[in-house]
C-alpha cells in the first residue's frame, strides 16, 4: 500500500526577529519539522503576528499578519486555505483585540483543518477570556496542549471532549542535553529567560540572603535579556530594581546579571555549566514552561515555586517545589541541593530519564503525526 505523504502545515504564530517565548518555539518547531529525514511535511509557512504594516516575507515566513488589521488578517486566512492543515499558536497577548479575541475571526475564515496549541490555560478566566476559549474550542478541529495539567483543565473545567486533544510535550534543543560543563568551586544557581515582572526574582534574590554561610559561596546568576514590552514601558527600571535589592542585601558578591539574549548555542552551554536551576514564577496558572522542559533536558535539579507545569514535572524526584513568595522555604530547598551532592546527583538522574522524548525532532514527528491525522485523507486510511 503507498504511503500518504505528510500534508502541508501552514502556522500562525509570533516568529523571530520576535522576542518572545512562543517566537522561540514556533521557529525551534518549524527548524525540526525541515530537518526530519522521513515524511517531511511537503510545504511549511509561517504567518507571523507583528504590530507593523506587512513587510517582505522571507523564508519559512510566507506573511506578516498585522494584528487588529481587517484587511491583513483576510490576506492572511487566504494564504493559509492554500494549505492542507493549518497550527495556530495560541496566547491571550499575542493576538489583536480584548484578550487576542482576533483569533476567533482568523478561526472563522479557514476552510482547512486546524489545531490550536493552547499556550495558556487558565483555571480562573475572567468572563471574556472563558468566552475566547470557548469559541477557540467550537471553531478548531483538534486542540494541543503541553502538559497534563492543561489537558485535564480542558476537559474538567472547559468541556472540551477528551478525544479532541493532544499532548505534545514542549520540545527541548538537543544541545541542551549535552555533557555537563559544570566547572570551578562555588555552586552555579542559574535562573534564565526574559527578565520582568511576575518572574518572582526579587524572591529568590532574598533566599540567598539565608545562604552566606555556605562555603564556597554560591553564585547565582540571572540570565536574560528585559522583555521587550516592559523595556518599552519602563526601560531598565525593572532591572535596575533587582540590582538594588542585591546591593541592599549585601549580596553583591553573590548574585550576578547578564543582560544579553543569547543564541540557543550559548543559551544551552551556560545551563550545562549551572548545579541548580532555580525557576521562582509567580503566577499560578502556568500550565507550559520552556525553560522548565530545558532545564530537564540538560538534567539539572530544579527548584521552583508551585506553578503547574513544575508541580507536574518534578513530582517524580527531578527536583522540588516550594510556595509562592516565601523567600526563606526556596532558601532552604536551594541549601539542601547544593550541600548535598548525593541529592543533586539523584535529581540529575531522574530529569535526565524524565528528558526522553522531550527534544524537537521527537516532539516534531508528534506533531507532524497530529497534523497529518487531521486530513480526510488521512482519516479515511486509518478509518
Known amino acids: 500500500m503507498t504511503s500518504l505523504p505528510d500534508p502541508s502545515i501552514g502556522l500562525v504564530s509570533t516568529f523571530p526577529p520576535t522576542v518572545c517565548g512562543i517566537a522561540t518555539f514556533t521557529h525551534s518547531l518549524v527548524e525540526a519539522l525541515g530537518a526530519r529525514r522521513k515524511a517531511a511535511p511537503r510545504r511549511v509557512g509561517v504567518v507571523s503576528l507583528t504590530d507593523g504594516p506587512a513587510r517582505h516575507a522571507a523564508s519559512p515566513v510566507v506573511f506578516h499578519h498585522h494584528r487588529g488589521d481587517r484587511a491583513s488578517l483576510q490576506t492572511a486566512t487566504a494564504i493559509l486555505n492554500t494549505y492542507d492543515t493549518v497550527s495556530v499558536q495560541h496566547e491571550f497577548g499575542i493576538f489583536g483585540g480584548k484578550d487576542g479575541a482576533e483569533v476567533l475571526d482568523l478561526l472563522s475564515g479557514l476552510a482547512v483543518?486546524?489545531?490550536?496549541?493552547?499556550?495558556?490555560?487558565?483555571?480562573?478566566?475572567?468572563?471574556?477570556?472563558?468566552?475566547?476559549?470557548?469559541?477557540i474550542?467550537?471553531?478548531?478541529?483538534?486542540?494541543?496542549?503541553?502538559?497534563?495539567t492543561a489537558a485535564s483543565r480542558l476537559v474538567d473545567r472547559y468541556d472540551v471532549d477528551q478525544d479532541r486533544i493532544t499532548v505534545i510535550a514542549h520540545g527541548a534543543d538537543p544541545e541542551f542535553a549535552g555533557p555537563s560543563l559544570v566547572r570551578g568551586d562555588r555552586p552555579l544557581v542559574l535562573t534564565w529567560g526574559l527578565i520582568g515582572p511576575g518572574k518572582g526574582l526579587e524572591s529568590a534574590i532574598e533566599a540567598f540572603s539565608d545562604l552566606l554561610d555556605i562555603d564556597p559561596l554560591p553564585r547565582y546568576l540571572i540570565a536574560g535579556a528585559t522583555h521587550p514590552r516592559v523595556r518599552q514601558g519602563s526601560g531598565e527600571a525593572y532591572r535596575d530594581g533587582l540590582k538594588a535589592l542585591t546591593?541592599?542585601?549585601?549580596?553583591?558578591?553573590?548574585?550576578?546579571?547578564?543582560?544579553?539574549?543569547?543564541?540557543?548555542?550559548?543559551?544551552?552551554?551556560?545551563v550545562r555549566s549551572a548545579d541548580v536551576v532555580v525557576l521562582p514564577y509567580e503566577s499560578v496558572e502556568?500550565?507550559?514552561?520552556?525553560?522548565?522542559?530545558?532545564?530537564?533536558?540538560?538534567?539539572?535539579?530544579?527548584?521552583?515555586t508551585a506553578f503547574p507545569h513544575a508541580v507536574e514535572l518534578l513530582s517524580d524526584g527531578a527536583g522540588a517545589v516550594v510556595p509562592f513568595g516565601e523567600p526563606k522555604s526556596l532558601g532552604l530547598a536551594l541549601r539542601s541541593v547544593i550541600d548535598d551532592a548525593p541529592s543533586r546527583m539523584h535529581m540529575a538522574e531522574r530529569a535526565r530519564h524524565l528528558a526522553t522524548g522531550r527534544f524537537w525532532p521527537t516532539v516534531a514527528g508528534e506533531f507532524a503525526a497530529t497534523m497529518s491525522a487531521l486530513t480526510p485523507d488521512r482519516q479515511r486510511a486509518t478509518g
Not at 113 to 135: C, F, I, K, W, Y
Not at 137 to 148: G, K, N, P, Q, R
Not at 298 to 303: F, L, N, R, T
Open 247 to 270: 546591593n541592599q542585601l549585601g549580596l553583591g558578591q553573590v548574585v550576578e546579571f547578564d543582560d544579553r539574549y543569547l543564541s540557543r548555542r550559548e543559551l544551552a552551554r551556560l
Open 113 to 135: 483543518p486546524t489545531a490550536v496549541t493552547l499556550h495558556t490555560v487558565l483555571a480562573s478566566p475572567s468572563e471574556h477570556q472563558r468566552a475566547v476559549m470557548d469559541g
Open 137 to 148: 474550542s467550537d471553531l478548531a478541529d483538534h486542540l494541543v496542549v503541553m502538559s497534563e
Open 286 to 304: 502556568q500550565v507550559t514552561s520552556g525553560v522548565l522542559v530545558e532545564a530537564i533536558a540538560a538534567s539539572k535539579p530544579v527548584i521552583a
